[in-house]
T-cell receptor, first 112, second 113 residues
Framework: GAGVSQSPSNKVTEKGKDVELRCDPI?????LYWYRQRLGQGLEFLIY????????KSGLPSDRFSAERTGESVSTLTIQRTQQEDSAVYLC??????????FGSGTRLTVV | AQSVSQHNHHVILSEAASLELGCNYS??????LFWYVQYPGQHLQLLLK??????LVKGIKGFEAEFIKSKFSFNLRKPSVQWSDTAEYFC???????????FGTGTRLKVLA
């Protein structure tokens, strides 16, 4: 597509429930990233995928967080047993060699 | 480890004032540098980028940034701000040839009409 698409745009969930966030990158972009932006804070790196290489998961805050990507297409970020501190905007971005990121509009997650 | 520092967390300016937002990074190798902007209610957009060549980079909307290697800095400038420049600005750095970039904590700019 023309841009990075994320869904849902907003998600309210109860504490303890699992959530799944989706990112559809720009077609042909080999790299895909997930970042988290908490209120009033900067962007926190979570995970990135590059082609068929093993993903860099160094930013995932706990084992409740996981992400998958099939080839160079859609990625899903799953948060299990959500906690209130998981409330944030989850941003997805994609890029290609030698380019900056193109960001999606994010998923605002609120855990109540 | 790489890190990015944006020392100005909040900046308030009047229209037509000059702007300079600081960005310092910590990394010894060759880097790629970026400034992103997030206007209220919108997603992050690339403002400008530096990969190599002329260290003075011009971006959209009259913004420019200067890469000073000796100071590990990539400050963002605009000679005369407008009310529409009200936004949050993020500096990012990554090792040349890699995909992973580290973002600063952002600077919230408010321009008073």
């Amino acid at each position: 597509g023309a841009g990075v698409s994320q869904s849902p745009s907003n998600k309210v969930t109860e504490k303890g429930k699992d959530v799944e966030l989706r990112c559809d990158p720009i077609s042909g972009h080999t790299a895909l990233y997930w970042y988290r932006q908490r209120l009033g804070q900067g962007l926190e790196f979570l995970i990135y995928f590059q082609g068929n290489s093993a993903p860099d998961k160094s930013g995932l805050p706990s084992d409740r967080f996981s992400a998958e990507r099939t080839g160079e297409s859609v990625s899903t970020l799953t948060i299990q047993r959500t906690q209130q501190e998981d409330s944030a905007v989850y941003l997805c971005a994609s890029s290609n060699v030698g380019r900056g990121y193109t960001f999606g509009s994010g998923t605002r997650l609120t855990v109540v | 480890a790489q890190s990015v520092s944006q020392h100005n967390h909040h900046v308030i300016l009047s229209e037509a004032a000059s702007l300079e937002l600081g960005c310092n990074y910590s990394y010894g190798g060759t880097v790629n540098l970026f400034w992103y902007v997030q206007y209220p209610g919108q997603h992050l957009q690339l403002l400008l980028k530096y990969f190599s060549g002329d260290p003075l980079v011009k971006g959209i909307k009259g913004f420019e940034a200067e890469f000073i290697k000796s100071k590990f800095s990539f400050n963002l400038r605009k000679p005369s701000v407008q009310w529409s420049d009200t936004a949050e600005y993020f500096c990012a750095v990554g090792s040349s040839g890699t995909y992973k970039y580290i973002f600063g904590t952002g600077t919230r700019l408010k321009v008073l009409a």
